[in-house]
């Protein structure tokens, strides 16, 4: 049998290049309008969206704020980095630059705004109360508490004054576009970037049940500031009536590239679903589970399968290792498929940073638990990056540029 390693990794740079927006953006932007166009935008894509817009539209116009390290050219568009996961002076400075931009725009006027995932890091303005350090704290100890991306990003609204619709209705009354890379199981444009351009029918009671359902310690300032009606804009407020949302690139798309590309390797492709949510390493063992009854069902002679999903996992801290959703989710896979035959398995971020490393995830298969209590232990620590750093198995990607979620594959082999 040929290694599987390198289709593994090709499946995965095939669902991350369908979503670059050098690629794809272009066929999603109208001709450029005429008066004045500003384009402003955040998240890990968002200056390679930037470029993207210029090379269809020449120097324009505005802001973008992007994560470390993901900054591109651009020739009018001024692009700024700042910290993500957990925002900070660099990202604030920059949202108040973005507000100020959109103030005094009028009807003739048109605002492109560019969001993808990591913007709810990156376009940082706290509420009236809450200072830059204690927002920070909550967005660490959410990022450690387990909660889903979509719980975590309705308390982020609500301790926000550009969130949430906010920064759509800060734009009023020119015209707006947003165009939207997809990042969130499900594709709701209110999770992706935390909406700041699409209105959300959440108050601060549910962002103070987040809070409490997920037990996450929050300064007073913040559960005082919990207690005051947010600035969140509801849907139907008149300061949206000129916005329009787009998602232009999903996780559905990147899968079905890769199923492509599997099936013409002689695979059987099979998308498991682009919204699968769940503690990783709980996942983990149900897919195994999956994957070694698929294997015991196929005859010698049946074509392999290849068994595709997307979406976004979740790990709930629980040692001080360095660790991340994909790589925890191949660690817990490892053990529960415990040295199984013909199956081999790649787990990444397509942003090309799985939780608290610069690394996109994991490789493994049949060879990858050498000794059990050390991956066992490693495991318990939190620690699967550490635990594929020694075993040679990490992908390493750089910044993808692009952002659409968690890609896994397994690709099995008849017994």
Known sequence: MPDPAPLLRALFDRAVAVADPMRSLAAALPRKPEGRVMVVGAGK???????????????????????????????????VEAAHPVPDEAGARATARMLDL??????????????????????????????????????AALLASGAPIDRMNTVRKHLSRVKGGQLAAAAHPARMLALLIS?????????????????????????????????????????????????????????????????????????????DLARAEGYEAEILGDALEGEAREVATEMAKSALARQKALKPGDRPLAL???????????????????????????????????????????????????????LIGPETIADRTEAEAALARNDSHGYFARRGAQIVTGPTLTNVNDFRALLIQPR
């Open 102 to 139: 959109l103030q005094g725009l009028g009807e003739g006027d048109f605002v492109l705004a560019l969001i993808s995932g990591g913007a709810s890091a990156l376009l940082v303005a706290p509420c009236a109360g809450v200072t830059l350090e204690e927002k920070k704290a909550v967005n």
């Open 183 to 259: 990042d969130v199981p499900g594709d709701d444009p209110a999770f992706i970037g935390s909406g700041p351009t699409v209105g959300d029918p959440s108050r601060a009671e549910e962002a103070r049940a987040v809070l409490s359902r997920w037990q996450v310690a929050v300064p007073p300032s913040v559960a005082e500031a919990l207690t005051r009606p947010s600035g969140v804009i509801r849907p139907g407020d008149p300061r949206l009536s000129r916005a329009e949302t787009m998602i232009y690139a999903a996780p559905s798309q990147s899968l079905v590239a890769a199923a």
């Open 45 to 79: 894509a968002s200056a390679r969206m930037a470029e993207a817009v210029e090379e269809a539209w020449g120097p324009c116009e505005g802001l973008v704020i992007t994560r470390y390290g993901y900054a591109r050219p651009c020739r009018g568009i001024e692009i």
């Open 308 to 362: 595709l999903s997307g979406g976004e996992l979740t790990v709930t801290r629980r040692g001080d290792g360095i660790g991340g959703p994909n790589a925890e989710f191949c660690l817990a896979l490892a053990l529960a498929l415990n040295g199984a035959p013909g199956i081999h398995a790649l787990a990444c971020d397509t942003d090309g940073v799985d939780g608290a490393a610069e690394v996109a995830g994991a």
